[in-house]
């Protein structure tokens, strides 16, 4: 008789919050040191569900409704990872998280180094990222610039439910504080396939969305959809083929896939939501002016919010970049 071989994983269609749920649960199911802290993760599950269930599964040691205090929900989780917990940190809006900014740059991404590797801070931050789903004011915001311009943190924004529940897993387990932005706009747009049970996608590499020969879009999160809708839309006015690349992680960046794609291109437009003064698309296009620059043939041109505030939702479609700006950077690229 031939020996048994276990069953694949089963593949099942969830939407993106499904999948940071799933993630969460894999990980807390795993391991006993994880646990999640946050405004109303608990009884109510989280503002946008994404905790849904886990509170009665795991009870109140396990996932713990804080008071209304950001800088108390991330002191507390340092000091929980320090002593051995791992911890995720929900902080309920992207506008929320300027409260926790004292300890995430003097404490969170300093004590391995002050401690000379002693210690650690098996952390992670979560919050939701970005706008266009009609929200108040300081709950639309892009704040990924800051972190990424914080040592010691490593910063991950993905744009599909499999690569949020594989780097969620991933930022459970690494010995090293995260900050993962979910896009809020995909939670539920976003939905494609996702293997059940443990699997992780490793922190630092770039995902490849789809090949091309004439331009590169680089992005992340949700503006990740609106560059494949601008790609279509280049391929079929055009004849333009596209490249895009999904960052999906900041920091650590990878370069490499950056350079390679550009590279071969020579033409590259970068697509965000923040505004573009200080944006991480400025650090990005330095690097490739700074290391690819005899490849090129067209200046980097970026995409991003006006160098405003975030306006209330009335005009937010008009602050987000969407598919008609980047199909206008990227012909303005082509054509230089």
Known sequence: MSPKTAAPPAVRTLNLVQAVNEALDVAMSADKRVMILGEDVGRNGGVFRATEGLWKKFGDDRVVDTPLAEIGIMGSA??????GMRPVAEIQFDGFMPSVFDQVVCHLGRIRSRSRGKMSVPLVLRAPHGGLIHAPEHHSESPEAYFCHTPGIKVVIPSTPYDA??????????????????????YRSAKGEVPAGRY??????????????DITLLTWGAMTVACQKAADR??????ASVEIIDLRTLAPLDLDAILASVGKTGRCVIAHEAPNTGSWAAELSALIAERGL???????????????????????????PDADRVVMAARKTLNF
């Open 78 to 83: 340092i000091g929980l990872a320090i002593s």
């Open 165 to 186: 529940k594989g780097l969620l897993i991933a930022a459970i387990e690494d010995p090293d504080p995260v900050v993962f932005f979910e896009p809020k706009l995909l």
């Open 200 to 213: 992780t996608v490793e922190i630092g590499k770039a995902r490849l969305v789809q090949e091309g020969k």
């Open 234 to 239: 280049l391929a079929m006015e055009d004849g």
């Open 294 to 320: 005899l490849r090129l043939q067209a200046p980097v041109a970026r995409v991003g919010g006006w160098d405003i505030r975030m306006p209330l939702f009335r005009l937010e479609q008009y602050y987000i």
